[in-house]
């Protein structure tokens, strides 16, 4: 079964905190993404990775910056822990697909919930 | 840019009650459509899913069919059990690069099933 690891259910952290939030896949997926999640928004991209050292922004990177060293391992950095960054964390990955296509299953790990006080 | 629309939550319904919730989406394209779950204290996992038009998707007793006409991909299931208390997200994959895809999602519909 593909395992989507991430390192903490819950954080709490002070403002201006610099915070690390971990995941690792261990099914070799080439694509690795960050969302947050919050009531009545849904889940958001912030950014995503589709090769190691690669990164893309998402919808909302503002605040975040990302690290993907390995292949297996992709971190989520809050620079400046703020208030409003307090909310649940997701990890995805998923394979690669080939041209045409069109047929992404992401798996998810079980989120962290990080509180900013 | 793409969007997934789905109806607004939350949604209460008594055991055995027939269920619809409905996703519409913009992209351009042809996507691939997904309906994700996510029950109480855990990560997303995915439904089901189709991949073309007229495809449908079914597990676990759920159904939705894609709709090019309508950009609709409605989730149905006709006799509900407690156990499907969840929020559900419909999803659309979005390519963003050669062999690559992301996905956008809907804001997510609480569904609670009461005895």
């Known amino acids: 079964d593909v395992k989507v690891t991430q390192s903490s259910r819950y954080l709490v952290k002070r403002t201006g905190e610099k915070v690390f939030l971990e995941c690792v896949q261990d099914m070799d997926h080439e694509n690795m993404f960050w969302y947050r999640q919050d009531p009545g928004l849904g889940l958001r991209l912030i950014y995503f990775?589709?090769?190691?050292?690669?990164?893309e922004k998402g919808d909302i990177p503002e605040g975040y910056s990302v690290s993907r060293e390995k292949k297996e391992r992709f971190s989520l950095i809050l620079e400046s822990a703020s208030t409003n960054q307090t909310s649940m964390y997701l990890c995805?990955?998923?394979?690669?697909?080939?041209?045409?296509?069109?047929?992404?299953?992401?798996?998810f790990g079980q989120g962290t919930r990080l509180t900013v006080v | 840019g793409n969007s997934v629309t789905q109806m607004e939550g939350p949604v209460t319904l008594s055991e055995e009650a027939f269920l619809t919730i409905n996703c519409t989406y913009t992209?351009?394209?042809?996507?691939?459509l997904f309906w994700y779950v996510q029950y109480p204290g855990e990560g997303l996992q995915l439904l089901l899913k189709?991949?073309?038009?007229?495809d449908k998707g079914s597990n676990k007793g759920f159904e939705a069919t894609y709709r090019k006409e309508t950009t609709s991909f409605h989730l149905e299931k006709g006799s509900v059990q407690v156990s499907d208390s969840a929020v559900y997200f419909c999803?659309?994959?979005?390519?963003?690069?050669?062999?690559?895809?992301?996905?956008?999602f809907g804001t997510g519909t609480r569904l609670t099933i009461i005895p």
């Open positions: 189709a991949t073309k038009a007229d």
């Open positions: 999803a659309l994959s979005d390519r963003w690069d050669f062999g690559n895809e992301k996905l956008t």
């Open positions: 992209a351009t394209g042809y996507p691939s």
């Open positions: 995805a990955s998923s394979f690669q697909g080939s041209r045409g296509h069109l047929n992404t299953e992401a798996f």
């Open positions: 990775s589709y090769d190691v050292k690669m990164k």
